[in-house]
């Protein structure tokens, strides 16, 4: 039977019908849309039992256990060789699974595992993400399995270990861990006539910028400094320049957003100025790493772990000089933020398992392991017992970045643990830095927003 | 009309008056004849009208692709600087050896064609079927099941990720070829095209081939299929190239390089610690997951193109 086709077009009612059921479907895309705290909301208070966590007596560790990772820092390679040193001492095979390439891809993948089963054993944890997993009750506090498997944070530096703790209790282990670190062009430093150093104060610096642009004729750079690329980068490093000048995003271990304070207000002006007036900074677009490998720029700031990419990608061209993060008027040190991510152990898998882990955890992150680690991806050593001399003689570099870790500052509370923080400063800063929009007004603005998300989606966690 | 006159000159200036009373001067028109009839051709609209924007298209979409593979030969101190290096001055291969020592491209292609032969097969064969259901049957709830696939094509895939996880995981799908294929088989779009397309097709050709007692099936593929050649292998270009990219679905359902696709193992290749000299080898990565796909398009184009000048009814 042939079905005449023109009678099967669509009415115009039925249309309207469909644009209806559009909207609908629409709608309901909005409401399960990324909302990264929701799936465990049900489960209320994350922490009534938190300190020690569950206990493991006359626990067995399991035979095979699972390690969701995004490889940070390029790490596939040495983690594998990691892993079968562990199969080698102690029986028990890590299955290394790439989890995606961003902390964001590592988040999904095991946020539809909440919902699915299939959870890992150990778990890649960054900076911002891992208070979002302990609002969602999807991950155990480390306290007693860690002593189950008789891992010692002791010997860990105590800075890092500091920044996976909340509410008395140990949430994840440091492991890819890096710092923001000041990096400069020596040719270029030369040619304006500036010491080997970097700046001790962003004070110090501005007073070098005008004779780096001036010496644009022979260095060829666009601008003195570069301001990394806003997206990922901006709620990071500007903690810097924010506690040199006394201020922050929030209150030191408090919810207390303080973005708008004098002494924050200040600090952004002065990165204001320094693009929109006096000229001299640049924004980087995505990695100002780049642009300084290119010689568009005299200096910049980014993470410990490009180190060993900047300076392949160089080659010869100039000698690449680090420093540590320069200081404020008010405060000189500490006033570098730490960064990178540590590992954590899911809830919800056998507790075999969550044993098996957490030794692997110590093996993982064991003085002579955290070094070969570091060798291979330009990442900080997590242990203060181990020996770094041959990093060292490899790399003098790294050194400073080593050194860099005794001033270290733990981040702002409003950065890493308020969820989608980090975006909104980035979208602040950006208004501020390539729209010229007012450093105060914008300032009040991020504080109603990260005012507004801790009220709806943080503080209904922690009581 | 003036560009033709300044171009032609001499016997050949064709006014309209001169060209009514010049009718009897056959011989001197010959060569006007046809300019005469579809207009004017000269050169400046050729290159501006024609040549010119093709020229720039094709460069918009050529230059990245190409800037690409030469990247990939080049060395990191050539893509990172501040001096143009056109061409790679100590071309190498060092970008695809580092590439393919961090992953196991033989096995994640092997993996990614199989996903993409099997997806994309079911999933024409699919929407050509359905397709011809619901441009030429006549059966209950037609145009409701219609608007609600319509409807399936406005829903994002975000949405489905979940639910597919939770479903397929029950199934036990989790890093399985069956659980990265299956909950992508149902195509709303390749639907849609193809019935529109299906509708356009003349009545009387199928009513005529009905009539000497050809059945559905026979129907389908020897007058709908060859008629549709053009929008079939659009479709198909599009699901081979959607399967063959498909990243956030087969990273979430797999679990290890036995079963990952290539868009997923090229991951592995990217430090989200900036890491500038990595540049050579993320080219490298591309190229190797952007061939395949531009030879199956240049496979497919002839027949798109075929298609278009074919004609259907004589």
Not at chain 2, 73 to 78: G, I, P, Y
């Amino acid at each position: 039977m042939l079905h005449d086709a023109s009678r099967a077009a669509i009415s115009r009612r039925s249309l309207l019908g469909l644009i209806g059921l559009g909207a609908g479907a629409a709608a309901l895309s909005a409401c399960s849309g990324p909302s990264t705290s929701a799936s465990g909301a049900g489960a209320g208070s994350a922490s009534a039992d938190a300190v020690g966590g569950p206990s493991f007596d006359g626990v067995t560790p399991a035979k095979t256990i699972s390690f969701w990772s995004n490889h940070p820092g390029s790490s596939q390679a040495i983690t594998q060789s990691i892993i079968d040193k562990f199969k080698a001492e102690s029986g028990i095979t890590v299955n290394l699974v790439t989890a995606g390439s961003t902390y964001e891809d590592v988040a999904q993948k095991f946020q539809s595992a909440q919902a699915g089963g299939q959870l890992p054993d150990l778990v890649v944890l960054s900076d911002v993400w891992w208070f979002r997993y302990f609002m969602q009750d999807s991950i155990i506090p480390l306290g007693n399995v860690l002593k189950a498997a008789k891992v010692d944070l002791s010997d860990y530096r105590q800075g890092l270990v500091a920044d996976y703790q909340y509410k008395d209790s140990q949430w994840a282990v440091p492991w890819a861990r890096s710092t923001p670190l000041f990096y400069y062009n020596k040719s270029h430093f030369k040619a304006a006539g500036l010491p080997d150093r970097a700046p001790a104060t962003w004070g110090e610096f501005a007073t070098w910028a005008p004779k780096l642009m001036a010496a644009r004729s022979t260095t060829k750079a666009k601008y003195a400094y570069e301001h990394p690329a806003l997206a990922g980068y901006a709620g990071w490093t500007l903690q810097n320049i924010l506690w040199g000048y006394g201020g922050g995003w929030s209150k030191k271990d408090s919810f207390d957003i303080t973005c708008d304070s004098d002494p924050s207000v200040k600090a952004l002006s002065y990165v204001a100025d320094s693009v929109n007036k006096e000229k001299w900074a640049g924004v980087a677009s995505t990695s100002s790493t780049d642009d300084l490998a290119a010689g568009a720029c005299s200096a910049t700031i980014e993470s410990t772990g490009s180190l060993v990419g900047v300076q392949k990608a160089v080659g010869s061209r100039f000698d690449v000089g680090v420093g540590f993060l320069p200081g404020g008027p008010v405060s000189t040190k500490p006033v570098c933020p730490t960064g990178g991510c540590g590992v954590g152990i899911p809830k919800g898998v056998d507790k075999a398992n969550q044993l098996a882990a957490a030794k692997f955890i110590g093996f993982l992150t064991n003085p002579e392991n955290t070094v070969s680690f570091s060798a291979a991806t330009g990442y900080l050593p997590v242990r203060t017992s181990a020996d770094t001399s041959s990093l060292l003689a490899k790399n003098p570099l790294i050194g400073t970045a080593i050194k860099q870790l005794d001033v270290t500052r733990t981040q702002d509370w409003a950065r890493v643990f308020l969820p989608g923080a980090d975006q909104e400063m980035a979208k602040s800063v950006a208004a501020i830095l390539t729209q010229g929009a007012g450093v105060d007004a914008t300032m009040k603005t991020l504080r109603t927003t990260l005012e507004g998300i801790y009220t709806s989606q943080v503080k209904p966690h922690l009581s | 009309m003036s560009l033709a006159l300044t171009r032609a000159g001499g016997p050949a200036i064709v006014g309209n008056a001169e060209r009514r009373g010049g009718r009897k001067d056959h011989s001197g028109h010959e060569a006007t004849v046809d300019e005469s009839i579809v207009g004017p051709d000269p050169w400046t609209r050729r290159v501006f009208g024609g040549y010119l924007p093709l020229i720039i298209a094709c460069l918009i979409i050529v230059l990245p692709l190409l800037w690409m593979v030469l990247g990939s030969f080049k060395t990191a101190d050539e893509v990172i600087t501040q001096d143009l290096v056109l061409w790679p001055h100590h071309p190498s291969f060092a970008a695809y050896a580092n590439a393919s020592a961090k992953v196991n491209f033989p096995q994640l292609f092997m993996n990614s064609v199989l996903v993409t032969a099997v997806g994309a097969t079911v999933k024409v064969v699919l929407a050509i079927t359905s397709a011809y259901a619901f441009a030429f049957l006549r059966f209950p709830g037609k145009r409701i099941i219609f608007l609600a696939i319509l409807v399936a094509l406005m829903v994002p895939s975000q949405v489905s990720l979940v639910p597919n996880y939770i479903t397929i995981a029950g199934m036990g799908g989790v890093n399985t070829y069956w659980g990265i294929i299956l909950p992508g088989l149902g195509t709303a779009f390749g639907t849609f095209l193809l019935r529109q397309n299906f509708m356009s097709l003349p009545i009387d050709v199928l009513e005529a081939a009905e009539m000497d007692g050809a059945g559905h099936l026979s129907r389908l593929f020897r007058m709908v299929v060859p008629m549709s050649t053009p929008a079939i292998a659009t479709v198909a270009l599009v699901t081979i190239v959607d399967e063959w990219n498909n990243y956030i679905w087969p990273l979430v359902i797999t679990t290890d390089d036995s079963r990952m696709t290539l868009p997923v193992g090229l991951t592995l290749l990217k430090n989200i610690e900036g890491d500038p000299s990595a540049y050579p080898i993320l080219m490298a990565g591309a190229v190797v997951v952007i061939l395949p796909v531009l030879i199956v398009f240049l496979f497919l184009q002839r027949y798109i193109v075929a298609g278009l000048t074919q004609g259907a009814v004589k």
